[in-house]
């Protein structure tokens, strides 16, 4: 599973490098679907992540305003720090866990942690394929999708 993550966080990487060219106004502008902008989309993506991959470790939730991460800069310096963390996480990954319940602030009821990890794969393929969408509306090369070629660590 740590492979598909490590996809995810390759592809990221590049949309950050490939938004890079385009004015926050832009990044910004409300857009039809997804989660309504680019630059929200990104800090969605980010926040949907940490937050579960927190609430499987049993810490308390980190709450982030929007707000406070305006620009692609801010999002992109706020992936970086939270992902140091998830992957530490996810090198302690055990089949052992994947069958284990856990219970988040946010919602109710009980989750299976396995489940949760594949949940936040699908969630970023899922934003991904929006950004696309919108990049090909801007004029911008969407980031390529495919996962053969990129190299990814065994």
């Known amino acids: 599973m740590i492979k598909l993550f490590q996809y995810n966080w390759m ?3 590049e949309w950050f490098q490939r938004f890079k060219q385009v004015s926050t106004e832009e ?9 309504g902008s680019i630059l929200y989309t990104l800090f969605h993506i980010l926040d949907v992540e940490y937050s579960w991959i927190r609430g499987i470790q049993g810490k308390q939730e980190i709450i982030v305003q929007f707000e406070d991460y305006e ?6 310096e706020l992936s970086d720090c939270w992902l140091t963390e998830v992957q530490a996480f996810l090198h302690t990954w055990s089949n ?3 069958h284990e ?5 946010w919602t109710e009821g009980d989750f299976i942690k396995g489940e949760i990890l594949r949940h936040l794969i699908a969630h970023e393929i899922h934003h991904m394929g929006q950004l696309s969408v919108w990049a090909r509306e801007i004029g911008l090369q969407p980031v390529s999708a495919n996962v053969i070629g990129r190299g990814l660590p065994s």
Do not use: C, N
Request: net charge positive; no cysteine; charged share 30%.
């Open 11 to 13: 592809v990221r990487e």
């Open 27 to 35: 990044l910004l502008r409300k857009r039809i679907g997804g989660a």
């Open 71 to 76: 620009t692609l800069q801010q999002i992109k």
């Open 96 to 98: 052992d866990f994947e």
């Open 101 to 105: 319940t856990v219970t988040v602030p």
